[in-house]
């Protein structure tokens, strides 16, 4: 999402300054018109009054506009001024308020209500009687939910009156009905080389009327790889996904051609690749049709691809999630996590996605609860405070994926609480470090300390996680003393407790007068090298540079 922010006076530039955005100061009206179709949203740090006379005149409508998010000069509220749901200003109000420490200001009425937005609803297609439904939903007449596909949505249903359906088909939703399209339609295309771009758009058109289908169920493209990036794939604005020639070949289909083997290698591209794309059990619902320049097939998914993001949530504020973080939050269907990480992503959560609190220790349920909705076709998201390869869930679930159906993993990278923590220190970690966690609820004291014996003999600074709780008291006095044996008294040691969080706390020692009992299990232990010094108040552990 591209966000810039506009301000006016000096005190709304220190408030643009908090935000990872692109920043513009002064002339406000010009700017956000010279911009209003470039960017996907506006942070506008004045006065709401003045931000709606700048924007009114542009409005079309919520599905075409910018988000427009309104701060006030002290930073105390980020209002969603416009763009809602269908333009994300409700998100990124959140957002705002989480980077500023403000209290977001969303006033539409289904987030106000933890109602699903049947506008907006994860993963499909809305059209219909949106606002009428809605209304009547908010009045406590939920709708009834109905289908003509074995595709689940995020709510459950009532007894109307209001009426939900959904399908893939072309249907035309009346007065008191919403129809929901969920992305279940693969469309294959074969071209010759060279075809124009519209040249299977409009066999396309005319193939999913003539079987009764709706262009808005269509979610992936798929074609043979070396048609992947060309202008009659890409035209059809859907994700492209591109197969080898032997992949294709591999496929079974009703109408094999010798001639398309002949030239490309395998006797089918349209419909091996909508096959293929659509994964098990799916079936052709429109055969191979064949125009001038092109041919498209169209396959149904047998339900919805699911897929797990392991995403690390970085140390604490959101200042350092990454966006790719953001973007697995947002687009989950659900959303699992030990509660406190939960809470540390809530302004990406809404209420049209399914939250599952976890508590501590209960990692392997949670991992296997996790890889169960992903194998049953949900989009999952599976938080993790710092990042989720260094001490947390990644291991676990590429571990248990295989006997879990292996459903699609991604492991979203975050900023590690050691990396918040040197950050905070200093650059502790300038040359060769170690990270070693003094828990031996999973590891054996033996290994840890023999660990520990290898960081001390090769002079490795050492970031020490879980140091230190009210059951786990006596192993970081032991970690000093093996570090002491070949480390320096004077070697700097810096405590660094709630890294980025409320109640961040720092101190600066040596190994010789680290005091254990100022360590919790939220403080992270940095200990330097023999040739980490201190400048200034800073710890640097020189690389070399000449």
């Given at each position: 999402m591209k966000v810039m922010t506009v301000s006016v006076t000096e005190a709304g530039r220190a408030v643009a300054r908090r935000l990872p955005f692109e920043a513009v100061h002064g002339r406000l009206g010009d700017t956000v018109r010279a911009r209003w179709r470039e960017v996907d949203g506006f942070v506008l740090c004045c006065a709401a009054g003045v931000a709606v006379r700048v924007v009114a005149p542009l409005l079309a409508g919520k599905h075409d506009d910018p988000a427009v998010v309104c701060v006030d000069e002290a930073a105390r509220f980020a209002i969603a001024l416009c763009g809602g749901h269908a333009g994300g200003a409700n998100?990124?109000?959140?957002?705002?308020?989480?980077?500023?420490?403000?209290?977001?200001?969303?006033?539409?009425?289904?987030?106000?209500?933890?109602?699903?937005?049947?506008?907006a609803p994860l993963g499909f297609v809305a059209r219909g009687d949106v606002a009428g439904v809605s209304r009547r939903w908010l009045d406590g007449q939920v709708p009834v939910v109905e289908g003509t596909l074995p595709w689940p949505v995020p709510f459950e249903g009532g007894s109307g009156p209001g009426r939900v359906l959904v399908t893939d088909e072309a249907v035309d939703p009346g007065a008191g009905e919403v129809a929901l399209h969920p992305p279940s339609l693969v469309v294959g295309i074969g071209a010759s080389s060279g075809a124009p771009a519209g040249a299977a758009a409009d066999l396309l058109t005319s193939a999913l009327a003539g079987a009764g289908l709706s262009g808005h169920a269509v979610g992936v493209v798929a074609t043979i790889?070396?048609?992947?990036?060309?202008?009659?794939?890409?035209?059809?604005?859907?994700?492209?996904?591109?197969?080898?020639?032997?992949?294709?070949?591999?496929?079974?289909?009703?109408?094999?051609?010798?001639?398309?083997?002949?030239?490309?290698?395998?006797?089918?591209?349209?419909e091996a690749a909508a096959?293929?794309?659509?994964?098990?059990?799916?079936?052709?619902?429109?055969?191979?049709?064949?125009?001038?320049?092109?041919?498209?097939?169209?396959?149904?998914?047998a339900g919805p691809e699911g897929s797990l993001a392991?995403?690390?949530?970085?140390?604490?504020?959101?200042?350092?999630?990454?966006?790719?973080?953001t973007t697995a939050v947002r687009s989950a269907e659900v959303v699992i996590g030990y509660g406190p990480y939960v809470d540390q992503c809530a302004d990406l959560v809404s209420p049209a996605q399914v939250v599952v609190r976890s508590t501590i220790g209960a990692e392997a349920d949670r991992c296997a609860e996790a890889l169960r909705r992903a194998g049953g076709g949900a989009r999952v998201a599976l938080v993790c405070s710092g990042d989720p390869g260094v001490f947390a869930m990644?291991?676990?679930?590429?571990?248990?994926?295989?006997a879990a159906g292996g459903p699609p993993?991604?492991?979203?990278?975050?900023?590690?609480?050691?990396?918040?923590?040197?950050?905070?220190?200093?650059?502790?970690?300038?040359?060769?470090?170690?990270?070693?966690?003094?828990?031996?609820?999973?590891t054996p004291w033996a290994v840890i300390e023999a660990r520990l014996r290898a960081v001390a003999e090769g002079d490795l600074a050492v970031a020490l996680y879980n140091p230190r709780s009210q059951r786990r008291t006596w192993q970081l006095d032991r970690a000093r003393e093996l570090l002491l044996e070949a480390r320096p008294p004077r070697t700097p040691v810096g405590i660094v407790t709630d890294?980025?969080?409320?109640?961040?706390?720092?101190?600066?020692?040596?190994?010789?007068?680290?005091?254990?009992?100022?360590?919790?299990?939220?403080?992270?232990?940095v200990v330097g090298s023999s040739s980490t010094t201190l400048v200034g108040s800073r710890m640097v552990t020189p690389r070399g540079y000449r």
């Open positions: 998100a990124l109000a959140r957002e705002v308020a989480a980077l500023l420490g403000a209290q977001p200001v969303v006033t539409t009425a289904t987030d106000a209500a933890a109602i699903p937005a049947l506008d790889d070396r048609r992947a990036g060309d202008a009659v794939v890409t035209a059809l604005g859907r994700p492209v996904r591109s197969f080898p020639a032997a992949a294709l070949a591999g496929v079974a289909v009703p109408n094999p051609s010798d001639v398309v083997a002949a030239g490309v290698g395998t006797p089918s591209v349209a096959l293929l794309a659509a994964g098990p059990g799916a079936r052709l619902v429109v055969e191979k049709r064949k125009g001038a320049e092109a041919t498209v097939a169209v396959a149904r998914r392991v995403v690390g949530l970085g140390p604490g504020h959101p200042r350092h999630r990454t966006p790719a973080a990644a291991g676990l679930v590429l571990e248990q994926a295989p993993v991604e492991v979203v990278p975050g900023v590690t609480a050691a990396a918040a923590a040197g950050a905070l220190l200093g650059a502790p970690f300038g040359h060769d470090h170690a990270f070693v966690s003094l828990s031996d609820l999973l890294a980025t969080r409320a109640g961040e706390n720092l101190r600066m020692t040596t190994l010789a007068e680290l005091d254990t009992a100022d360590v919790g299990m939220l403080s992270i232990v």
